[in-house]
C-alpha cells in the first residue's frame, strides 16, 4: 500500500541522518528544533501548570478530581494541535538549512548535484526560500483556522478532519523542499502530491506520529527532510 510506503520513506530518514557527509548539514535544523519546539514546550508546561493550579483554587474541594481529567485533555490538544502549529513556524525559520540538507540528501542518493552554486549564489538564494515558505503559510493558515475549529466544534468528525489535514499539511511542508530544489512552482508541488495521496498521507501520518513522542520529536525536523527526498528522488525526480 502507498500509505504504508510513505510510513517507511520517513523512517528512511533516520538512516540518513547519521550518513557519512551529511551530518553537518543535519546539525543546524536539528538545533533549530531543539531551541524552538523544545524551549516553547516548556513554557507551555509551565503556563499549563500555573493556569491548572489557578483553576484549582476557583474549583469547591469535591471538583478537585477535574484537573486530572482536564490535563490529558490539554495534553491531546498540544500534541495534535500545537506541534503541527509549531512545526510550521520552525520550518519557516529553518527553510534555508532545509532546502541545503535536501540538496544534500540528493546529491548522495543520485550522484548528482542539482546546480553548481556557490555559497554566494545559495545566500543569494535564501530570499526566495524565504518567500517560498511565505507562499505555504498563505496556503496553511486560512486552512488551519477552519479544521481547528472543526476540532473543538464537531466531535469525533472534526477531530478526524484535523489529524488529516495535519498530515497533508506535514507531507507539503517536508516534501516541497526537494520541489523547489528544483524551481518547481508550489501550485504544481501540490498537484503531483495529490496525485499520491497515499504516500503523501502515509508520510505525513509518519510525521505526526513522531512529533508527539517526547524527545523523538526533537528529531523529526531533518528525519523528515532526509525522508522526503527520498520519497522524491524514486517517486517523482524522474519527471523532471
Not at 110 to 125: H, P, Q, V
Not at 170 to 197: C, G, M, P, W
Amino acid at each position: 500500500m502507498q500509505s504504508s510506503q510513505g510510513f517507511q520513506y520517513f523512517l528512511a530518514g533516520f538512516n540518513l541522518i547519521n550518513t557519512k557527509g551529511l551530518k553537518r548539514f543535519v546539525l543546524i535544523p536539528l538545533l533549530i528544533n531543539v531551541l524552538l519546539f523544545g524551549g516553547s514546550l516548556f513554557f507551555i508546561y509551565d503556563w499549563l501548570t500555573q493556569g491548572f493550579s489557578y483553576l484549582n483554587d476557583l474549583l469547591p474541594t469535591w471538583l478537585s478530581w477535574l484537573e486530572w481529567l482536564l490535563w490529558p485533555i490539554a495534553i491531546f490538544t498540544i500534541l495534535f494541535s500545537y506541534t503541527s502549529i509549531f512545526s510550521i513556524i520552525t520550518n519557516f525559520i529553518a527553510a534555508p538549512f532545509n532546502g541545503l540538507l535536501s540538496e544534500k540528501v540528493e546529491l548522495h542518493l543520485t550522484g548528482k548535484a542539482i546546480n553548481d552554486d556557490k555559497i554566494l549564489d545559495t545566500i543569494k538564494d535564501v530570499p526566495r526560500m524565504i518567500a517560498r515558505e511565505g507562499t505555504k503559510l498563505v496556503y496553511y493558515l486560512p486552512r488551519a483556522i477552519g479544521f481547528f475549529l472543526l476540532l473543538w466544534f464537531l466531535p469525533i468528525f472534526g477531530q478526524v478532519l484535523w489529524v488529516l489535514f495535519t498530515c497533508w499539511m506535514f507531507s507539503v511542508q517536508y516534501q516541497d523542499f526537494a520541489f523547489d530544489n528544483h524551481k518547481i512552482h508550489f501550485r504544481e508541488t501540490r498537484q503531483q502530491l495529490k496525485q499520491n495521496q497515499g504516500l503523501s498521507y502515509g508520510f505525513g501520518f509518519a510525521v505526526l506520529i513522531f512529533t508527539t513522542i517526547p524527545l523523538l520529536n526533537l528529531l523529526v525536523m531533518p528525519v523528515a527532510v532526509c525522508g522526503a527526498t527520498k520519497l522524491w528522488v524514486e517517486q517523482y525526480r524522474d519527471k523532471y
